[in-house]
């Protein structure tokens, strides 16, 4: 595989922070709506430090394999589209995972999924 253009790599590096600070507003919201508490030092803190890095190596790596993996289907569009599904899936799979902690309590929501979540996407 050929190294990735300049371009490439800043729409690589565009879409994954992106979607990395998206999903990071989703987990926010949601343990702030069920009033989830990962530590003493706060949710912010959590989330800046294990949750953006995280978010960003998933994101970026992702969407740049799975671009460049379906390169041969097209120029730019049918890869950006395949790429963006794979990194929307992917934040969808890490906020199960981290937005609706199993380990905690459902005290405000039930599974810890808030109530604005729609019934349709599963979490």
């Excluded at 922070?17 to 030092?41: E, M, Q, S």
């Excluded at 790596?61 to 120029?75: A, C, E, N, T």
């Excluded at 049918?78 to 981290?98: E, H, Q, R, T, Y």
């Amino acid at each position: 595989m050929a190294k990735p253009s300049k371009f490439e790599s800043f729409v690589f590096v565009v879409v994954g922070v992106a979607g990395a600070f998206g999903f990071l507003t989703l987990v926010r919201r949601a343990w702030d709506t069920c009033a989830v508490k990962i530590n003493d030092l706060g949710n912010g803190v959590t989330l800046l430090f294990l949750g953006l890095p995280v978010a960003l190596i998933v994101n970026i790596g992702l969407f740049g394999l799975v671009f460049r993996l379906s390169k041969g289907q097209g120029k730019f569009v049918k890869p950006f589209l395949a790429a963006a599904i794979a990194v929307a899936l992917a934040d969808l799979a890490l906020f199960s995972w981290a937005g609706t902690p199993a380990t905690l309590p459902a005290s405000v929501c039930p599974a810890n999924v808030p109530a604005w979540w729609p019934e349709w996407i599963p979490t």
